[in-house]
C-alpha cells in the first residue's frame, strides 16, 4: 500500500484566495483525520470522518474551513478565504477500527 | 479535556547512551497510546502503539511503557545513534472517535 497520500505538497498563497487540501487514506480505513502543525501550538486535530461521515468538527478554528470526503478514497479541506494564520502544515491520518493512526507527508501551506 | 506533556523538551546525549523520554496525560480514560517519531520537515512514522489493556510494547532498541493509573508512558531507546536524532511525540487515543491528542514533543540530537 503507497500510504496515506496528501496534494500538494507545498502550497503557497495569497491572503484571501481559496486553498484545497487533498488526502487520500489507505485502502479499507474507516476513520480519516485531518490534522494542524504549528510551533506555537503542535499538533491539533481538526476534524475526523467515520464512513466518510463527520463526526467531530470541533476543531476547525473557523466557519472559513470546511471538509468534505464524498467517498471512501478521498477527503478534502477547503480554506476560503485563507489568511497568513493560517499558515501551518496540515496533515491528514486514516485508521482502522479506530486503532493505529497512519499519517500522511503533510501540506505545508504558507499565506501571504 | 484530555492534556499531554512531554519532559524534556530537548535532549542532547553523546552516541551509545541509553535515554528515557517521559510523557504524561490527564485523564486515564484512554484506549491506546502511540509514540511518534518526526523528522525535520516530514510526517510523522508510528513507532509504537501501547493499547490501554499492555503495560509495554518493544521494537528493536525501542521500548515503550504504559503506566495508565497513573497517567504516564516512558519511551526507553537503547544505545542511541546519531540517525535517532529526530522530534519524538506522545499521542493518547481518547473520545469517542479514539482521536489523538498529542504532547508538544522532545527533540532528540544523538551526538556522534
Known amino acids: 500500500d503507497a500510504g496515506v497520500i496528501q496534494s500538494p505538497r507545498h502550497e503557497v498563497t495569497e491572503m484571501g484566495q481559496e486553498v484545497t487540501l487533498r488526502c487520500k487514506p489507505i485502502s479499507g480505513h474507516d476513520y480519516l483525520f485531518w490534522y494542524r502543525q504549528t510551533m506555537m501550538r503542535g499538533l491539533e486535530l481538526l476534524i475526523y470522518?467515520?464512513?466518510?461521515?463527520?463526526?467531530?468538527d470541533s476543531g476547525m478554528p473557523e466557519d472559513r474551513f470546511s471538509a468534505k470526503m464524498p467517498n471512501a478514497s478521498f477527503s478534502t479541506l477547503k480554506i476560503q478565504p485563507s489568511e497568513p494564520r493560517d499558515s501551518a502544515v496540515y496533515f491528514c491520518?486514516?485508521?482502522?477500527?479506530?486503532?493505529?493512526?497512519?499519517f500522511g507527508p503533510g501540506t505545508r501551506l504558507t499565506v501571504t | 479535556k484530555q492534556e499531554v506533556t512531554q519532559i524534556p523538551a530537548a535532549l542532547s546525549v553523546p552516541e551509545g547512551e541509553n535515554l528515557v523520554l517521559n510523557c504524561s496525560f490527564t485523564?486515564?480514560?484512554?484506549?491506546?497510546l502511540q509514540w511518534f517519531r518526526q523528522d525535520p520537515g516530514k510526517g510523522l512514522t508510528s513507532l509504537l502503539l501501547?493499547?490501554?489493556?499492555?503495560r509495554e510494547q518493544t521494537s528493536g532498541r525501542l521500548n515503550a511503557s504504559l503506566d495508565k493509573s497513573s497517567g504516564r508512558s516512558t519511551l526507553y531507546i537503547a544505545a542511541s545513534q546519531p540517525g535517532d536524532s529526530a522530534t519524538y511525540l506522545c499521542?493518547?487515543?481518547?473520545?469517542?472517535?479514539?482521536?489523538?491528542?498529542f504532547g508538544s514533543g522532545t527533540q532528540l540530537t544523538v551526538l556522534p
Open positions: 485523564d486515564s480514560a484512554i484506549y491506546n
Open positions: 491520518a486514516s485508521s482502522f477500527v479506530s486503532d493505529e493512526q497512519y
Open positions: 470522518f467515520n464512513n466518510n461521515v463527520p463526526i467531530d
Open positions: 499521542a493518547v487515543s481518547s473520545g469517542s472517535a479514539r482521536q489523538l491528542t
Open positions: 501501547i493499547q490501554s489493556s499492555q
